[in-house]
T-cell receptor
Framework: AQSVSQHNHHVILSEAASLELGCNYSYGGTVNLFWYVQYPGQHLQLLLKYFSGDPLVKGIKGFEAEFIKSKFSFNLRKPSVQWSDTAEYFCAVNPGYSTLTFGKGTMLLVSP | DGGITQSPKYLFRKEGQNVTLSCEQNLNHDAMYWYRQDPGQGLRLIYYSQIVNDFQKGDIAEGYSVSREKKESFPLTVTSAQKNPTAFYLC?????????????FGEGSRLTVL
């Protein structure tokens, strides 16, 4: 079975700082990769996804993620965070058409 | 607006009582899912259904039951056999197939067992 590891449980940044959230997965075959975000008081929503092709994918609100196959990683990045990026971020994977496996999440707090 | 509606948003129950959480979607999605979210644990899959009248256990199905009699509805029953039922429950749907990882979530139901 696949598993997902998110490196940091809590991250605190000041506005305009750069963000990188780590995500590693364990699975030997082809996977689809996702980042979901849960803003305070809102429902969980898809931030970006990778199925195939260009390993650098762009999502909503200026976020991007890079798939590095050799490292089994799919790290999330943003060059300059805003206070409104305060949220919990979840990395998730699914091989083929199967169900998603989520990481434990990273809570990001951006101070103004 | 299309989306997923979960009810109730908050629910309190006594130990030993079964409770049923409602999930309805008007997205015309084939697949529906129930996840449990606990602090620091991420989301764990309870049950999922890829088509009407069929469903499969997820990673933590013990103490839960579901039904899928209609495409739009996927209720979850938390039974008295669930040892630690207090949690935040999330329902989701997808078109399934290759898009089975692209989930649309409801706003969740928070269950507290006293």
């Amino acid at each position: 079975a696949q598993s997902v590891s998110q490196h940091n449980h809590h991250v605190i940044l000041s506005e305009a700082a750069s963000l990188e959230l780590g995500c590693n997965y364990s699975y030997g075959g082809t996977v689809n990769l996702f980042w979901y975000v849960q803003y305070p008081g809102q429902h969980l929503q898809l931030l970006l996804k990778y199925f195939s092709g260009d390993p650098l994918v762009k999502g909503i609100k200026g976020f991007e993620a890079e798939f590095i196959k050799s490292k089994f990683s799919f790290n999330l990045r943003k060059p300059s965070v805003q206070w409104s990026d305060t949220a919990e971020y979840f990395c998730a994977v699914n091989p083929g058409y199967s169900t998603l496996t989520f990481g434990k999440g990273t809570m990001l707090l951006v101070s103004p | 607006d299309g989306g997923i509606t979960q009810s109730p948003k908050y629910l309190f129950r006594k130990e030993g009582q079964n409770v049923t959480l409602s999930c309805e979607q008007n997205l015309n999605h084939d697949a529906m899912y129930w996840y449990r979210q606990d602090p620091g644990q991420g989301l764990r899959l309870i049950y999922y259904s890829q088509i009407v009248n069929d469903f499969q256990k997820g990673d933590i199905a013990e103490g839960y039951s579901v039904s899928r009699e209609k495409k739009e509805s996927f209720p979850l029953t938390v039974t008295s056999a669930q040892k630690n039922p207090t949690a935040f429950y999330l329902c989701a749907s997808s078109t399934g197939g290759r898009a089975s990882g692209e989930l649309f979530f409801g706003e969740g139901s928070r269950l507290t067992v006293l």
